[in-house]
């Protein structure tokens, strides 16, 4: 690169740089204006998407401390949800607008921000359209209805068995393990409210709609191609051995 070429491309840097800058700064003063500055929130304070963002983002660093307080984190992010109008905000309204039950009985999900510390996504279902027992491995959920209402219930896993059994399905071998599994909470969540778990209280839940139903959930961290959900097979016929609150399950791990 010649010098004059070096000169212009630094100057063109330069300008780069104090655009995005200033870009940056109006985003983050748009932010604020619109719903006052950090110092000044509280729990009344109306958020839009771009403050809830910016709110959030600060949050999410959190599970990078060690030890990482989960339950004073998914509260501070219920704190957030509850402070969002969701169905007003255009990115989620122009989601819901095109809604269309595309998978009958499996809902239908889209992504309004992702990022590698946390997510934001979209769930949509019609009554009935149920969700089995799944876990989030190593992640906090916080779920908020914003229409309709569902049942979620949640569980731990109280005793791991060692017993396991093999099976074929096509080219691939599982190994089905068993477990008891303790209801940890047994809740209708309605317009509005938010339900939580976090990567040791409550994880495995499942969901099931009353009505036409609409979800935001913010997982932390986000989900990664790695990441593998375990699905369980629950008997809810009966408590185990007659003990309240208890329940035998069954899951299954790919072999090879
Ligand atoms: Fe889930």
Redesign the pocket.
Known sequence: MDDYKRREFIKLSALGFVTIATQLNSISAYAQKANAHFGKWNEDTKLNWDAFLERLSQLAKTQHEVPWDQKQYTDQVRQLLLQCNFPAFENIKKEMDAYENKRPNWFESASLHYEMDFQVSLFQFEKGEY?PH?D?PNMT?VLNVVSGSLLAKNYNVEEQSSESREIKSGEKTFEVKKCILREVENEILKTGDVGLLTADEGNI?S?MPNEFTQMVDVFTPAYQYNTNANWYKVNEDGFYQGKEHLYEAEYSITRF
Do not use: A, P, R
Request: cysteine-free; hydrophobic content about 35%.
């Open positions: 969700i799944h989030h959920g839940h969901i």
